[in-house]
Nanobody
Framework: VQLVEFGGGLVQPGGSLRLSCDVSGFSFDDYDIAWFRQVPEKEREGIAVISSSDSTTEYADSVKGRFTISFDDTKTTVYLQLNSLKPEDTAVYYC?????????????????WGQGTQVTVSP
């Protein structure tokens, strides 16, 4: 099973991007999919998570109101819509998956990770 992220790139402050995570190979019946981000020399930060069972979501305060996590209709892709981007949102963004666990946002709660995609917010 492999997670693959798409959609990173360079965007100006105030702009938008949509990241995608292919979860089609994930066969658990009930699982959480989360997005994390990391900048050099800092810990990986959990920013959004969604439940496969009912699509409930949780967000970190740093992105609440600006980012949105969602499934596509077939639940084979998880999206992260990034709006009102700021330079401090620059990071490598990762999706991660594991058995359902109360929508936690700690990296240690996830065993399956994608390779990451770079998002750079700069004029």
């Amino acid at each position: 099973v492999q997670l693959v992220e798409f959609g990173g790139g360079l965007v100006q402050p105030g702009g938008s991007l949509r990241l995608s995570c292919d979860v089609s190979g994930f066969s658990f019946d009930d699982y959480d999919i989360a997005w994390f981000r990391q900048v050099p020399e800092k810990e990986r930060e959990g920013i959004a998570v969604i439940s496969s069972s009912d699509s409930t979501t949780e967000y970190a305060d740093s992105v609440k109101g600006r980012f949105t996590i969602s499934f596509d209709d077939t639940k084979t892709t998880v999206y992260l819509q990034l709006n009102s981007l700021k330079p401090e949102d620059t990071a490598v963004y990762y999706c991660a998956a594991d058995y359902a666990n109360l929508l936690r946002l700690a990296p240690t709660d996830y065993g399956l990770w994608g390779q990451g995609t770079q998002v750079t917010v700069s004029p």
